[in-house]
T-cell receptor
Framework: KAGVTQTPRYLIKTRGQQVTLSCSPI?????VSWYQQTPGQGLQFLFE???????NKGNFPGRFSGRQFSNSRSEMNVSTLELGDSALYLC????????????????FGPGTRLTVT | DAKTTQPTSMDCAEGRAANLPCNHS???????VYWYRQIHSQGPQYIIH???NNETNEMASLIITEDRKSSTLILPHATLRDTAVYYC????????????FGQGTRLTINP
């Protein structure tokens, strides 16, 4: 099976702009989670989508949003970008159903490195 | 979810077994231990998980102490490609389905 893909891989934006990142999960996986990784805060959970519904949300401001499509592909959007939003944004997929243990066997994509100037 | 404590860094010689410890003294009876690793410039990779029995797969072995307050991830024959940050995560299925990563252990495999 193909792995999790994320586009674009690199992005440079200016403060105040908005950005949309895309994630295609492993075929058959219905759960998509997003994480932010920065040198200072490490890996932090943003949100999780399952069957087009946000199932869990981390402690991030409302400028961070996401959605999931019927084919399980997901996008996340960050509006009014700030310098502190510069980070590696990681998407992870898991089956989302079945044994709960499988929900935590998440398969990560390579990430999108966002730089805000 | 229970808090975990891991050494900040470790070194291991190529070809030797790498033993990565994790302390989770406040773990509850129904909480699982998961291990992930992150190789530089890549997304994290799931390695293994366990509840109370020792587990082994093609990547590693997980040894959980009888009192479940600590565990050890064993990479039996470490290679240079095993150089990565290793994260030990305790999961409670009663909470949100998310992974909470700590600082992990930076494992360096030396030739």
């Amino acid at each position: 099976k193909a792995g999790v893909t994320q586009t674009p891989r690199y992005l440079i934006k200016t403060r105040g702009q908005q950005v949309t990142l895309s994630c295609s999960p492993i075929s058959g996986h219905r759960s998509v989670s997003w994480y932010q990784q920065t040198p200072g805060q490490g890996l932090q959970f943003l949100f999780e989508y399952f069957s087009e519904t946000q199932r869990n949300k981390g402690n991030f401001p409302g400028r961070f949003s996401g959605r999931q499509f019927s084919n399980s592909r997901s996008e996340m959007n960050v509006s009014t970008l700030e310098l502190g939003d510069s980070a590696l944004y990681l998407c992870a997929s898991s089956p989302g159903t079945g044994a709960l243990t499988s929900s935590y066997e998440q398969y990560f994509g390579p990430g999108t490195r966002l730089t805000v100037t | 979810d229970a808090k975990t404590t891991q050494p900040t860094s470790m070194d291991c010689a190529e070809g030797r077994a790498a033993n990565l410890p994790c302390n989770h003294s406040t773990i509850s009876g129904n909480e699982y231990v998961y291990w992930y690793r992150q190789i530089h410039s890549q997304g994290p990779q799931y390695i293994i998980h366990g509840l109370k029995n020792n587990e082994t797969n093609e990547m590693a072995s997980l040894i959980i102490t009888e009192d479940r307050k600590s565990s050890t991830l064993i990479l039996p024959h470490a290679t240079l490609r095993d150089t990565a940050v290793y994260y030990c995560i305790v999961i409670s299925f009663q909470g949100a389905q998310k992974l909470v990563f700590g600082q992990g252990t930076r494992l360096t495999i030396n030739p």
